[in-house]
C-alpha cells in the first residue's frame, strides 16, 4: 500500500480519536456515572483508544517493522512520545470545549496516552525477538 495512502488511514484514525475524545456525548455513553467504575472504564477506553493510534502510526511510519533493523530504529521512543503528545492535544480540546478535569487528571490522561504507546512498542519488540528466534532456528 503506498504511504500516502497509509497516512490517509492514520489521519482518519486519529481525527476519529481526537473527535471521540473531546465530545462530551461520547463521553457520557462510553461510560456512564451509573456505573460505580465508571472512571476505570474510561481510563481503560483510552489506553485502548490510544494503543490504536500508536498501531496505526507505526503502521504509517515504519510499515514493514520486523524486516530492517534501521527502518524501526527508535520506534518506542516515538510512539511513547507522539502518542502522550496526541493525549495532550485532546486535553487541551478538552479545556476549550469546557472540561472541568483537574490539571493532575490531565496529566494522568496523558499518561495512559503514553502508555497506550508503550503496549504497541513492546508488542512489536516482543514480536522481533520472536521473529529472530525463529529465523535462527531455520
Not at 482518519?12 to 481526537?18: C, D
Not at 496523558?110 to 531455520?138: F, H, K, N, W
Request: glycine content about 6%; overall charge positive.
Amino acid at each position: 500500500m503506498p504511504k500516502t495512502a497509509r497516512f490517509l488511514i492514520f489521519l482518519i484514525v486519529a481525527a476519529s480519536i481526537y473527535v471521540t475524545g473531546v465530545s462530551n456525548e461520547v463521553y457520557i455513553l462510553a461510560s456512564p456515572q451509573s456505573l460505580a467504575f465508571h472512571t476505570a472504564l474510561r481510563k481503560a477506553e483510552s489506553i485502548v483508544a490510544f494503543s490504536v493510534f500508536a498501531a496505526t502510526l507505526a503502521w504509517w511510519l515504519w510499515p514493514k517493522p520486523l524486516h530492517s533493523t534501521r527502518n524501526r530504529r527508535g520506534l518506542g521512543f516515538v510512539l511513547v512520545v507522539t502518542t502522550a503528545a496526541f493525549s495532550a492535544l485532546i486535553e487541551v480540546g478538552q479545556r476549550v470545549s469546557g472540561s472541568t478535569e483537574s490539571y493532575a487528571e490531565s496529566l494522568f490522561d496523558v499518561g495512559c496516552g503514553a502508555l497506550g504507546g508503550y503496549i504497541v512498542a513492546t508488542l512489536i519488540a516482543l514480536a522481533e525477538r520472536r521473529r529472530s528466534r525463529t529465523d535462527r532456528t531455520r
